[in-house]
């Protein structure tokens, strides 16, 4: 003979029930609701970190320990093996536009200099993004835009590679982009500013 679990009881228990799923899902939400995505950017270090950055700040955001490399750090990024190599100097006020200066203590260490890290040649398979001719990289002349190579290069933009302090103004350093080839030639591209004027430019063959 079958007995019957009396209404209390079954609403109880169904109470119960629910309250052990809320709490789950709070707890799921508190400890591992917040994870970060791990990114596969091959960039995600290299743009974590801007030129005239203060130190502390950058580290903070890099979230991963340097190794030494000559006057820099190496950050590497553990989940792609790309990262960015980071030097720093302490910059007088008289350096810094009067923006920063008015913020800034007395001595201030910032990023002077930064550039992409790769392992080896066989990372720049994973930056692929063009297919520019030397031809083409030879056809440029100093003074143009960013705007002008990119057309020339089939409207294709580079990839930010290396950005250096400019003493001379603060506000506009220097910048070297790069069109990477599928055979692993490359051009590389120094401007004046971001996404400025030309300075310098190579092709480089593949190897």
Do not use: C
Request: proline share 3%.
């Amino acid at each position: 003979m079958k007995k019957k679990i009396s209404k209390p009881i079954l609403i109880g228990g169904i109470s119960l029930i629910v309250s052990a799923v809320l709490i789950g899902f709070v707890l799921l939400m508190i400890f591992g609701g917040d994870k970060e995505e791990v990114s596969t950017d091959p960039l995600n270090l290299y743009n974590k970190v801007l030129v005239g950055m203060p130190k502390e700040e950058a580290e903070k955001l890099l979230k991963v320990e340097g190794s030494a490399k000559g006057k820099g750090f190496n950050y590497v990024d553990e989940n792609t093996g790309y990262g960015v190599t980071v030097s720093y100097k302490v910059i007088s006020i008289e350096d810094m536009e009067e923006g920063e200066a008015a913020e800034a203590a007395e001595t201030t260490e910032v990023v002077v200099f930064k550039q992409l890290f790769v392992p080896d040649n066989s990372y720049l398979d994973g930056l692929v993004n063009a297919n520019v001719t030397a031809d083409q990289v030879n056809s440029l002349t100093e003074g143009m835009t960013y705007e002008e190579v990119k057309t020339i290069f089939g409207g294709t933009d580079g990839t930010e590679i290396n950005s250096a302090y400019n003493r001379k103004d603060a506000t506009t350093p220097y910048s070297v982009k790069a069109w990477f080839n599928p055979d692993h030639s490359v051009a590389y591209i120094t401007f004046l500013g971001y996404q400025g004027t030309v300075m310098v430019f190579e092709f480089r063959p593949g190897q």
